[in-house]
């Protein structure tokens, strides 16, 4: 592998390339290539778009006879064994609450204490507080109203009364997402991460940007009411052609889930997690979702709620579809359910494999629910009855404050906003440089510079219109060095100190992927 570096006339030429680029299509109006069709946050959720849950096409039975086979009676002991382990972390967690959710300030993230780490690792969630200055987030709030002031046409969800904005490259995103001390964030919780090959072609040390939406949820809203879902797709990690062709759920298939490891990262490069082309079915690798706070919200306020319960859920939502009850619940209704019907000794492993995957929609996210995944206790809280549940809610978040979750993990927003201000939020996931997130910073690029929507999401003219709309210029403003390179805006430099092999091989990939190698 031959390292190259770009000369400074080099790296010139390519920002001014795009940087006239940028002004050239800041006027073109129409719709980009290949896009995902039209919708809104709605269409990524069967729940919100009207469709039902049930058994899908008879291919999905021989999968899962496929998956089983051989696995048998390891699967049978594995899953009695997740059935007990559950039954014990879910109290536990249930008690704790927002308690269970590391927690670290922005300050410390260079020293970070075991116990902190220890805990990430196994919730798989984390707030870190005081990534931006109060001020600042405050001020990206008031910027993004109005920018929405200024282009009325701003597509969003519920149209009559906006919560979730089709907005991608608002200056507001744009400045967070570049700021110096998101970027350092983000690295930090990647180095979570781990990777079994040490060629394998990724830098978690190297955040690139993913283009996500926007929350400004409004007090009393019941409409944004997303039920417990996991991201990344939904039918794609039983199949060959999703995550098996990374293998990284075997150790689940095999009946050893407690050997499955979340963290590592090798696994997840070969992935497609986005088979059908759902809308806002995410493309790129995403280590961490997140978000990013412009308010003071806490729980019950329309915040996030997760299951931090890593990889516990995660075998229990996988394993779930190869099992079913001998004798069915009394009040399936209630989302309470006896001893009896939880019993491990009454539950079995479907003689002949149906065609469910409980929760699995192609083409949209994977949900879960009370009814179809009863031993996880997803109930959620509700400010009238809190009760006992593994769904908890964030401690108490104020602007500046960076939420994250590990990308299997099981959320929620809270079904009712019951808080008496605002609850926004800027989405801003955490993903590696691989050779397939280039691919895609390649094509997100263009819609930024054309102001198109994200490619994952829904199509049309987006903010090609906008007025205000920021350009290349304004990304180097905030961060001229590894903001403009998570943009896909500037190369890498594959002969920084330190490297890995495959971190300079897949930084000079991603150099060419982007153009700035001839």
């Not at 200056?171 to 781990?194: D, G």
């Not at 299997?408 to 605002?422: F, M, N, R």
Request: negative net charge; glycine residues 8%.
């Amino acid at each position: 592998m031959t390292s190259k570096v770009l000369t400074g006339a080099r790296v010139g030429t390519v920002a001014w390339r795009l940087q006239r680029r940028g002004q050239h299509l800041r006027t073109a109006a129409t719709a980009a290539p290949s896009q995902k069709k039209e919708g809104d946050i709605s269409d990524a959720f069967a729940s919100m778009s009207g469709v039902e849950f049930g058994p899908l096409e008879p291919r999905y039975a021989d999968l899962k006879s496929r998956l089983l086979a051989g696995n048998e009676e390891a699967l049978y002991d594995s899953w009695h064994r997740l059935l007990a382990s559950l039954r014990e972390e879910i109290p536990l967690i249930a008690e704790l609450g927002p308690k269970a959710i590391p927690t670290i300030d922005f300050k410390d993230i260079d020293d970070a204490s075991p116990e902190f780490r220890a805990e990430h690792r196994k919730r798989g969630v984390a707030v870190i507080r005081n990534v931006l200055p109060e001020h600042e987030a405050l001020d990206l709030k008031r910027e993004l109203r109005e920018y929405i002031k200024a282009n009325p046409q701003t597509k969003a969800f519920p149209k009559e009364t906006p919560q979730v904005y089709e907005l991608y490259w608002s200056p507001a995103q744009i400045k967070a997402r570049s700021h110096p001390n998101l970027i350092r964030a983000q690295r930090f919780l990647m180095e979570h991460w781990h990777c079994k090959d040490p060629n394998a072609l990724i830098s978690s040390s190297h955040p690139t940007i993913y283009a996500d939406r926007l929350r400004m949820r409004l007090p009393g809203d019941a409409r944004f009411a997303l039920g417990p879902h996991v991201d990344g797709g939904s039918c794609e990690r039983w199949e060959e052609e999703g995550y098996g062709l990374g293998h990284v759920y075997d150790k689940v298939w095999q009946g050893k889930w407690e050997e499955y490891d979340p963290w590592e990262s090798s696994c997840r490069l070969p992935v497609i997690s986005d088979m059908y082309q759902g809308i806002g079915s995410c493309s790129m690798f995403r280590m961490f979702q997140g978000w990013l706070s412009m308010s003071e919200t806490g729980p019950y306020e329309g915040t996030l709620l997760v299951n931090p319960l890593l990889s516990r859920a995660t075998a229990y939502f996988l394993l779930r579809p190869f099992f079913s009850p001998k004798k069915a619940a009394t009040d399936p209704a209630s989302e309470t359910y006896d001893e009896a019907f939880l019993s491990p000794n009454n539950w079995q492993l479907e003689h002949t494999p149906s065609s469910w995957l409980q929760g699995a929609t192609p083409g949209r996210g994977q949900e879960l629910r009370s009814s179809l995944h009863p031993h996880l206790n997803l109930r959620m809280p509700t400010v009238e009855n809190p009760g006992k549940s593994s769904m908890v809610h964030m401690p108490k978040v104020n602007p500046g404050d960076y939420v994250s979750w590990h990308c299997d993990t099981i959320h929620a927003v809270d079904g009712v906003h019951t808080g008496k201000s605002d609850s926004s939020v800027l989405y801003i996931p955490a993903c590696p440089l691989t050779v397939s997130n280039a691919k895609f910073l390649a094509r997100q690029r263009e819609a930024f510079l054309n102001g198109w929507p994200c490619p994952d999401f829904g199509g049309g003219v987006g903010e090609s219109q906008h007025i205000g709309r920021p350009g290349v210029e304004d990304v180097e403003k905030v961060n001229a060095g590894d903001g403009m390179q998570a943009f896909g805006l500037k190369p890498w430099d594959s002969e920084e100190p330190g490297l890995t092999t495959g971190q300079q091989e897949v930084m000079d990939r991603a150099n060419k992927i982007l153009g700035f190698y001839d």
